[in-house]
Every structure is written in C-alpha cells, then in structure tokens.
C-alpha cells in the first residue's frame, strides 16, 4: 500500500511513517495542507492520513478540496479536537475515519487497513492463494506453511496485486505504488520483482497479460 501522511509535528510524523514502513508500507509526507494537497492531486495513494491543525492549509480545507474534485481516496483524519461538533465537521466533509490525540500507534494501522479494506472491498487481511497465504497485516507471507522472505518492493507489490485479485494492473500503475514520490520510477524493475515472486512463489502465482500488466487470480 501507499499510504501520504500530511502532519505537521515532525516527531509524530515520522513515529507514523516509521510504523508504516515496518507493516511493509510506502509512504510520502507533507508538513503544511498547501503541499499535501498538492501530492494528493498528482500522486496516487491507498490511503491519506491527514491532520487537521496544519499550517498554510487547513485539513478541513485540503479534504473538502479532494472531495469537491471528485477524489475517493479513503482519509483518516488526525486531530487534538474532541469536540463532538468538530467531528461531524470532519465527516460531513467527507472523511472515513475520525482518530483523536492522543493515540495508540497500533490502532492507527488497523484502522488504515481497514478503510483501505473497504474501499476496495476486501473483508480481511487474510488472502489463500494456492498454497501461498499471504498476512497483509503484519506482511508475513507462507507457501507450504512455511515464511517466505520478500523485499520491500516486493511485499509492496504482492501487496497491491492480492488486494486487487481478479485484476490486471498495469506496470505503471504497479511502479506508483511500490516507488514513494521521491524515488526514482523505473516501471521496468516491476518485470524484475515479479520475476523474483515467481521464483518465491510459484510460477502460476502472477498471470502476465501483454498491454494489460499483471495478474493475480481472484477468489
């Protein structure tokens, strides 16, 4: 998954990132409303994690601007405002999930997992492929029964196949998921890291279709 966070306390921020990272996810970050909507116009993301009290603009603003601009991407708000009235705000604005600070790390992840679940209508994080079984909420991945290591790049992008089982998606598309704004884009290492996930996990695991991308078989 990839996942923008726009919050402006650089500790929580990174303490936000780093668990992301560490479940197998890529992130991209924004200090101020202005630049985070900016990425969420121009990139594409699992999930957005956006804080309301932010500098230049507004997280109530920079949702209601995705929202009127026909953007669907789940949001999970972030905020030290408890009041009830602030959170009907928030909602009403279009957001799906509504955290208040304090908060416990781990509960921010399954609740990423989740909207992210619902919007592309999966019911668990648990996915049985043939004989591989795949733990999108911890990353841990089986064949046989038994773990099999995989590469950042390449849980990502198992990641996003499995969760769009029945799909073929595209090696551009692949790329935006498993390369962070960032980085370097390179769509043909996705032939690579797929070609590694054949050898890991069976050669039947990825259908390849020319012009349409790749495949993992549906349910």
């Known amino acids: 998954m990839r996942i923008l966070v726009i919050e402006d ?31 969420a116009e121009t990139e594409v993301y699992d999930a957005i994690v956006l804080d309301l009290g932010l500098p230049v603009r507004d997280g109530l603003s920079v949702l209601r601007a995705l929202r009127d601009a026909g953007d669907s991407v789940p949001v999970a708000i972030l905020t030290a405002r408890a009041r009830w009235t602030e959170r009907v705000d928030g909602l009403d604005a279009g957001a799906d999930d509504y ?13 990423i997992r989740a909207l992210v679940r619902r919007s592309q209508g999966a019911v668990s994080d648990m996915f049985e492929l043939g004989d591989v079984s795949v733990d999108l909420s911890n990353g841990t991945v089986f064949r046989n029964g038994l773990p099999v290591d995989l590469t950042r790049h390449e849980h990502s992008l198992l990641a996003h196949l499995v969760r769009n089982a029945g799909r073929y998606i595209s090696t551009h598309e692949l790329a935006d998921h498993i390369y962070g704004y960032d980085s370097e884009r390179d769509s043909n290492t996705v032939a690579v890291f797929v070609a590694r ?9 990825i259908r390849s279709s020319r012009g349409r991308g790749y495949q993992v078989p549906g349910p």
């Open 197 to 205: 996930l054949r050898k890991k996990l069976g050669a039947d695991l």
């Open 9 to 39: 306390d650089a500790v929580l921020r990174n303490q936000i990132v780093q668990a992301l990272k560490g479940q197998g996810m890529v992130t991209d970050t924004a200090d101020n409303g202005e630049d985070g909507l900016h990425l």
């Open 99 to 111: 955290i208040v600070k304090p908060f416990h790390m781990a509960e921010l992840m399954a609740r």
